[in-house]
């Protein structure tokens, strides 16, 4: 089973928040965080496609923004 990724658009003071399976991992403010968040979550950031919507639903933005 994959699991879901969201990451919320970026916050007016910066960073984004970061969930996976419904669950609020954190506040990601560089694509390095959130790559921890997911390894953190059992997930392999390496083996991650950031552009497959299948997988991580960017909200507000893509991955190159942060702030």
Do not use: C, K, N
């Not at 399976?21 to 953190?40: K, M, N, S, T, V």
């Amino acid at each position: 089973m994959q699991r879901r990724v969201i990451v919320m658009p970026p916050s007016t003071s910066g960073g984004r928040r970061v969930r996976v399976d419904g669950e609020i991992l954190g506040i990601a403010y560089h694509l390095r965080d959130f790559q921890e968040f997911l390894r953190r979550a059992g997930l392999d950031p390496e083996a991650i496609d950031l552009t497959d919507p299948d997988l991580v639903e960017w909200r507000g933005a893509g991955p190159g923004v942060w702030t």
